[in-house]
T-cell receptor, first 119, second 112 residues
Framework: DAGVIQSPRHEVTEMGQEVTLRCKPI?????LFWYRQTMMRGLELLIY????????DSGMPEDRFSAKMPNASFSTLKIQPSEPRDSAVYFC?????????????????FGAGTRLSVL | QKEVEQNSGPLSVPEGAIASLNCTYS??????FFWYRQYSGKSPELIMF????GDKEDGRFTAQLNKASQYVSLLIRDSQPSDSATYLC????????????FGDGTTLTVKP
């Protein structure tokens, strides 16, 4: 299995521009998570989906952020307009919730991340 | 109070020593507990998970869970320089549906 695939790996953009991050979860997984990681705030959950449905978006910082999961194999996280404080590493992770007993189904597999720099 | 707290570190141990990483959590109904390792510039990867009170061993790694004390730890025996990384504790609570809450991580350095 190729694992969770994220693109692009690096994104440099100017303030005010739209940024779209992409994620392909592991085939067969039913849950997908978007995280943001910074030195100051650590790893923050932004939103997660179960069976393509957003379950909890309470971590989305503001209306400039939006996420979609049109099908089981693809998700996007969009920032419009981007600001310098959005600079961070954004991770996507997937899991097979309910697929195994004893907590194994809650194991999250992370993509390599997208390093975003907003100038 | 944070939902998941880890000793802030950084933690430095000599090669061959035992490294002890600690994590406490606030949700008494938490069900599953995970330790992820994150090398600098890389993504987190799972090294252990535990859901029953007691110890779980996997090679040089031992996870210890005490639900009464709301405490989970990770012991790394015979620490190697390649163990130098940030270790993230994650907890899945009863009310959290599918999500886990991560601690801020403890950075471990193993000195040759």
């Amino acid at each position: 299995d190729a694992g969770v695939i994220q693109s692009p790996r690096h994104e440099v953009t100017e303030m005010g521009q739209e940024v779209t991050l992409r994620c392909k979860p592991i085939s067969g997984h039913n849950s997908l998570f978007w995280y943001r990681q910074t030195m100051m705030r650590g790893l923050e959950l932004l939103i997660y989906f179960n069976n393509n449905v957003p379950i909890d978006d309470s971590g989305m910082p503001e209306d400039r952020f939006s996420a979609k999961m049109p099908n089981a194999s693809f998700s996007t996280l969009k920032i419009q307009p981007s600001e310098p404080r959005d600079s961070a590493v954004y991770f996507c992770a997937s899991s097979l919730l309910g697929g195994a007993s004893g907590g194994a189904g809650d194991i999250q597999y992370f993509g390599a991340g997208t390093r975003l720099s907003v100038l | 109070q944070k939902e998941v707290e880890q000793n802030s570190g950084p933690l430095s141990v000599p090669e061959g020593a035992i490294a002890s990483l600690n994590c406490t959590y606030s949700d008494r109904g938490s069900q599953s507990f995970f330790w992820y390792r994150q090398y600098s510039g890389k993504s987190p990867e799972l090294i252990m998970f535990i859901y029953s009170n007691g110890d779980k061993e996997d090679g040089r790694f031992t996870a210890q869970l005490n639900k009464a004390s709301q405490y989970v730890s990770l012991l790394i025996r015979d620490s190697q320089p390649s163990d130098s990384a940030t270790y993230l504790c994650a907890v899945k609570g009863l009310s959290n549906a599918g999500k886990s809450t991560f601690g801020d991580g403890t950075t471990l350095t193993v000195k040759p």
